[in-house]
């Protein structure tokens, strides 16, 4: 059953890494618009403000690109194991 765990957290590491890499990367590429959707907004709405809040930090020239480093960095340390003994040690403990 360890063994088991322990395989379970490293391949749970390896893709949670590649994802964190995959979106970091992402935050690089410039996207190209979007067309307007058939339905309209609702006032008020939280999907309104989600739009919006991240509208924002798009527009900032600095926020995104460094949400995009760090969720890189957080990612290759996750991939190259450097720092998975801390993890998945305290469980045994």
């Keep these: 059953?360890?063994?088991?765990?322990s395989i379970f957290f490293i391949i749970a590491?390896?893709?949670?890494?590649?994802?964190?890499?995959?979106a970091g990367v992402?935050?690089?590429?410039?996207?190209?618009?979007?067309?307007?959707s058939?339905?309209?907004l609702v006032p008020g709405s939280t999907k309104e403000h989600m739009i919006k809040f991240i509208g924002g930090l798009k527009a900032n020239?600095?926020?995104?690109?460094?949400?995009?480093?760090?969720?890189?960095?957080?990612g290759l340390l996750l991939v190259s194991q450097f720092?998975?003994?801390a993890g998945p040690s305290c469980l045994y403990q």
């Design 1 to 5: 059953m360890g063994k088991f765990i």
């Design 13 to 22: 590491q390896l893709s949670l890494g590649s994802l964190f890499v995959y």
């Design 26 to 36: 992402r935050k690089f590429i410039p996207s190209p618009a979007r067309k307007s």
């Design 38 to 40: 058939s339905t309209e």
């Design 61 to 74: 020239s600095y926020f995104w690109p460094f949400l995009g480093i760090v969720e890189i960095t957080a």
């Design 83 to 85: 720092f998975a003994v």
